[in-house]
């Protein structure tokens, strides 16, 4: 599945999970559309985050199958960074959330030392990673006029982001060599 077809389907999960499948707005007879998604910055981020993890060594991510996620579930990585996304199109926050080892194999590589463990000297990193992936995929979308904010750090398994009744989600899980990381899409209604 390419990215583009990845994002169609998203917007159509999410869509659907709303106002049912084929749902038409009733003033109009025109399928019902609540959210929008702008294919450019979710390719942006995920072409930022493979770039990334390539530049710090971990060559083997694969993307899984993408699926809706309520986005009042909690995260399923362990070490989370969240940045929220406005433009004319979309609002909302996207997250990359790591498991215990693909974090350590990512970590391991930034920091030139095998990490084995969780620790307050390595989980100040998962700030850097991902202040690195999302300014790169800023560099890109700046000129779509998309607005991030400064990524925001959760450590530890459970964390949830608060989110307003209607928002809807979609979880893209990636694999790497060592283990698993999701990058997680949050639509809040317009």
Not at 4 to 29: C, F, Q, R, W, Y
């Amino acid at each position: 599945m390419t990215p583009d077809e990845l994002i169609l389907a998203m917007i159509k999960v999410l869509n659907a999970e709303h106002h049912g499948a084929g749902a038409k707005d009733p003033s109009t007879g025109v399928a019902a559309v609540k959210y929008a998604v702008d294919v450019r910055v979710i390719n942006a981020v995920i072409k930022a985050t493979t770039h990334v993890l390539g530049q710090f060594g971990v060559t083997s991510v694969t993307m899984g199958k993408a699926g809706p996620k309520s986005p009042h579930d909690p995260m399923l990585g362990e070490v989370s960074s969240v940045v929220d996304i406005k433009s004319a199109a979309f609002q909302g926050f996207l997250c990359v959330s790591f498991d215990k080892n693909s974090y350590l194999e990512v970590c391991s590589s930034m920091l030139m030392e095998e990490q084995t463990e969780l620790t307050p000297d390595n989980q100040d990193a998962v700030g850097e990673i991902n202040n690195i992936i999302f300014g790169n995929a800023k560099a890109e979308i700046s000129n779509f006029g998309v607005q991030l904010t400064v990524p925001k750090v959760l450590l530890g398994a459970g964390q949830t982001v608060t989110c307003p009744q209607g928002s809807a989600g979609m979880l893209i899980p990636f694999s790497t060599g060592k283990g698993n990381f999701y990058l997680t899409v949050v639509a809040i209604p317009k």
